[in-house]
């Protein structure tokens, strides 16, 4: 048997980040959002190049919260793309500041990290 760790995201927007995503990370909508009775997205599916994550509005009857902004980030994500800089430079073109790189980490290889306009904190690899 073999395991997949899916991470599911909770934001406050979720229509926006879907639109963000696409846009910045060049993300794909690989399962077209749930729209719930009151207009809130119950759930939508992600991928960058096959790596793919889970999302939604906020619940507060599920407890389903989106990060808070005045708090560090709890959780990393860790996503291997072709080309850092270009990635960087849709994220700057946002007015995002980037909290690392672009830059060579070997061996790791070209890297950045960021936390995106939803709160969560992204750590962009191009292996060597």
């Not at 073999?2 to 909508?29: H, M």
């Not at 849709?90 to 936390?115: H, Q």
Request: hydrophobic residues 45%; contains cysteine; negative net charge.
């Amino acid at each position: 048997m073999v395991s997949e760790l899916t991470p599911y995201l909770c934001v406050a927007d979720a229509r926006t980040a879907i639109e963000w995503y696409v846009e910045v990370l060049g993300a794909e909508v690989t399962h077209e959002p749930i729209v719930m009775d009151d207009g809130r997205i119950g759930h939508v599916e992600l991928a960058v190049g096959g790596a793919g994550w889970m999302m939604s509005d906020e619940f507060e009857s599920a407890g389903v919260a989106a990060p808070d902004p005045a708090r560090g980030a709890a959780v990393s994500l860790h996503l291997t793309v072709a080309d850092v800089d270009a990635v960087c430079a849709r994220v700057t073109a946002w007015g995002i500041a980037l909290d690392r790189g672009p830059e060579d980490s070997p061996p790791a290889g070209r890297v950045a990290v960021f936390r995106d306009p939803f709160g969560h904190r992204w750590f962009l690899d191009q292996p060597s």
